[in-house]
Every structure is written in structure tokens, then in C-alpha cells.
């Protein structure tokens, strides 16, 4: 009986244990959810230049990197939270600041309204495709990607450069093709968020889904 109440104890220490840790890592990756939505929101309404968009993308990986290395042994500790908080809060007011100020892409053409065109908007979709292309690379060193989820979203990442590819062969990328293009990339961009955030990963780099 002894024995039974021990283990029952030792079991319950450890279920709160790493309840305690679930909780602020779950209310972390709520918030980043939430966040990248809003850009993702700032980017269809055109609130959001391209330039303001790469900046917040920016923005949204670093938090990832804090919160990556908060978790790496084990143990998000309240000082760890309250950094990780106080970079979230500062995102939140970036993320305000550049959906309510004076320069917007409503033509989604990937220039700043108002402003004189520029010949070749393109390489602000490449820029965003490498940000991407980092961000799966990173998922991939830190174990948080599965091999099958990589394998998927490096799909995805070819699937917008056949796009573009297709958009420049005529030497003109339209403001519809363009804005194809970045539909593809909000996708893609929520697809990585999901595949980084869930319950599958390979913290043990040996190609199988952590138990």
C-alpha cells in the first residue's frame, strides 16, 4: 500500500510538473498564433507593405529563437517567460504601429501607395521566400519538424517558385499574379507556423516521430 501511495504521489508530482511547463509554452505559441495571424490579416487588407511584412516576419522568428532555447532543457523558467513576454508585447506594438500608419500596398502590387513604381517588385518575393526557406531549416536543426513534415512544406516552397517562375516569363509580374503569389506565402507561412508548433517533432534527429 505503501509502494501504490508513492508511486501515485511520484506520478502526480509529475503530471503537475510538466503541466507547469505546458501551460506558459501553450500560452506562448496562443499568442504567436494570434500575432501571425494579424499580419497575415495586414497582408490581405494591404495595411502591410512588403517591407513591413519581412520586417514583422522578422520579428515573429526571434520569438521562435527565445522560445526554442527557453525550452531546450526542459524547463521554460519565469524569467525566461517574462523575456519572451516582453518581446511578444513589443511585436504587438510593431505589429499595431505598422497596420495603422501612412504607408499601405491596397493595389497589392508591392509598392508603397502613393510612391513612384518601381520596374521589378519580384525580389521582395524571393526575400520572403529565403526568410521561409530559414525558418524550415531551422525547424529541421531543432528537431521541431518531423522528415515528412519537411519533405511537405520544401513541396510547398517549390510549388510559389513555380509561380513566380511562371509570373516572370514574360518578363511583366501582374498585381493579380502577384497577389497569387502572396496568397501561396500566407499559406505556406501558416503551414510552417502549424508544423513547428504542434506535437510531432524529432528532437532525436534519427528520422522518427519522438514518443
Not at 490581405?44 to 532543457?73: F, I, W, Y
Not at 518601381?118 to 531543432?142: F, K, L, N, Y
Amino acid at each position: 500500500m505503501k509502494t501504490y501511495l508513492l508511486f501515485t504521489t511520484t506520478a502526480l508530482s509529475a503530471l503537475l510538473s510538466l503541466s507547469a511547463i505546458a501551460q506558459p509554452v501553450s500560452t506562448i505559441n496562443e499568442r504567436q498564433g494570434n500575432q501571425e495571424r494579424r499580419i497575415d490579416q495586414g497582408i490581405r487588407s494591404g495595411e502591410l507593405t512588403p517591407r513591413e511584412t519581412n520586417r514583422l516576419e522578422h520579428g515573429q522568428e526571434h520569438v521562435d529563437r527565445l522560445e526554442n532555447r527557453a525550452k531546450a532543457d526542459g524547463r521554460v523558467t519565469p524569467q525566461e517567460r517574462e523575456r519572451i513576454e516582453q518581446v511578444q508585447n513589443a511585436q504587438n506594438r510593431k505589429i499595431y504601429e505598422a497596420k495603422h500608419n501612412n504607408t499601405h500596398d491596397l493595389n497589392h502590387n508591392g509598392i508603397v501607395d502613393g510612391s513612384h513604381p518601381v520596374a521589378h517588385p519580384a525580389p521582395t518575393i524571393d526575400q520572403r521566400q529565403t526568410h521561409q526557406e530559414r525558418r524550415i531549416d531551422q525547424g529541421i536543426r531543432s528537431g521541431e519538424l518531423t522528415p515528412r513534415e519537411a519533405n511537405r512544406l520544401a513541396r510547398g516552397q517549390e510549388h510559389i517558385d513555380r509561380l513566380e517562375n511562371r509570373a516572370k516569363a514574360d518578363g511583366v509580374v501582374t498585381r493579380w499574379e502577384r497577389q497569387r503569389i502572396q496568397q501561396a506565402q500566407n499559406e505556406q507561412n501558416r503551414r510552417i507556423y502549424r508544423a513547428k508548433h504542434n506535437y510531432r517533432h524529432d528532437l532525436n534527429h534519427n528520422g522518427v516521430v519522438d514518443r
